[in-house]
């Protein structure tokens, strides 16, 4: 639902009532063509109801456009509004979409749009051959700091979806890498339920990999998605307290006791902390989750989050793009025993990734 005009309408709507337009179809990544669908849950293909257009999901059974799909097709234009976070999964369609585009010699055009995170933050590890999958499909850090018309430029430019297709971005006018989502002076439109509004953004690098276990909630299921940690054997305060203790810059840490409504702990009362940015310059936004893991190991021995939910280590490994993190933490529940293979890419990935800015 995130590709509007400047009045809030939906580029389905302006694009099928514009003259020497013939929009023909429309195709559904994760959430839906119009935002309805949850997380994780399958997109059907079926027709939108305002349009009548065929509605085409390509986050079900088929993630990449078909022969069928793009048949009678000249142009995809790509317009969704990003996180800025490489698993939450538009990317992914992203580079699918362009992979069938170079294919089918079908032009892909990307409406660009600001990335929340601002264009200056990078953090994490590039992904690794044996943890690809759709939340990690490609190599780039989990906090890339690139637009997604600059993504489709680097997945062109170094030669990522197995050839090239035909390719324009629209930029965008005034955008600058030190921007954050509300300086930009746009309105936020939901780019996924639990995104709703733009403080929601930032947090989703802050707690996403860790929410990955059932063991933890992370206020996804509350009022606060992604700007929580908590659980039922944890004692708010003292956890707080240990949390405010380190220091981490651009942070700070307030007890909170919490119901979900669902997902990990429905209906029973947890404890936690909740998560403020106070200077989002200095804040490293992936660091945090793996403090407050540390911590929890230290402070509740008897409990195991990472062992008692061992079936979820798979989609860790594929959200971290290695199992190599998983694999240093869990030695001691140190962070600082990962951080330093969690950072090695960064730099060689900034001096790549400059070859496609567009914006200063």
């Known amino acids: 639902p995130t590709g509007v005009d400047n009045n809030l309408v ?5 694009l099928h009532n514009a003259p020497n337009v013939n929009l023909v179809a429309l195709f559904g990544p994760e959430h839906g063509v119009r935002g309805s669908a949850h997380a994780g849950e399958t997109v059907s293909g079926n027709s939108d109801p305002r349009t009548g257009l065929p509605v085409y ?3 079900g059974k088929t993630r990449i456009p078909t022969d069928e799909m793009l048949k009678g097709i000249d142009v995809l234009v790509y317009d969704i509004q990003d996180i800025g976070c490489r698993s939450f999964t538009y990317i992914s369609t992203l580079y699918n979409v362009m992979r069938a585009a170079a294919k089918h010699g079908v032009e892909v055009v990307v409406l660009d749009r600001p990335n ?4 200056e933050k990078i953090e994490g590890n590039l992904v690794e051959d044996d943890c690809v999958s759709f939340v990690s499909q490609f190599k780039v850090p989990y906090v890339y700091g690139l637009t997604p018309g600059e993504v489709a430029l680097l997945l062109n430019g170094e030669n990522m979806i197995g050839g090239r297709c035909k390719l324009q971005v629209v930029k965008m006018k005034g955008w600058k890498r030190r921007m954050t989502y509300d300086q930009t002076g ?3 439109v939901l780019s996924s339920p639990h995104i709703p509004e733009m403080s929601s953004a930032p947090f989703y690098s802050v707690t996403g990999i860790v929410g990955e276990l059932s063991t933890i909630s992370i206020g996804v299921g509350y009022t606060l998605p992604f700007k929580l940690i908590g659980a039922e054997w944890v004692k708010a305060q003292e956890f707080a307290d240990a949390m405010n203790a ?9 007890p909170i006791f919490y119901t979900p409504y669902y997902g990990p702990g429905k209906g029973k009362e947890l404890q936690g902390v909740q998560i403020y940015i106070t200077d989002y310059k200095k804040a490293h936004l992936c660091d945090v989750q793996w403090y407050a893991l540390r911590e929890l190991y230290k402070l509740y021995p008897d409990h195991d989050p990472m062992g008692e939910d061992a079936k979820r280590a ?3 490994n594929k959200v971290c793009g290695s199992k190599r993190i998983r694999e240093l933490f869990l030695r001691r529940h140190q962070w600082q025993d990962a951080k330093e293979y969690w950072d090695k890419d960064v730099d060689n990935f900034r001096k790549t990734a400059k070859k496609y800015y567009l914006y200063k």
């Not at 380190?246 to 307030?254: A, D, K, V």
């Open 10 to 14: 939906s580029d389905i709507d302006v």
């Open 57 to 59: 999901s390509l986050y």
């Open 246 to 254: 380190l220091h981490l810059p651009g942070y700070t840490f307030r």
């Open 116 to 119: 929340p995170l601002g264009g």
């Open 186 to 188: 746009l309105q936020w």
């Open 314 to 316: 798979d989609m860790i």
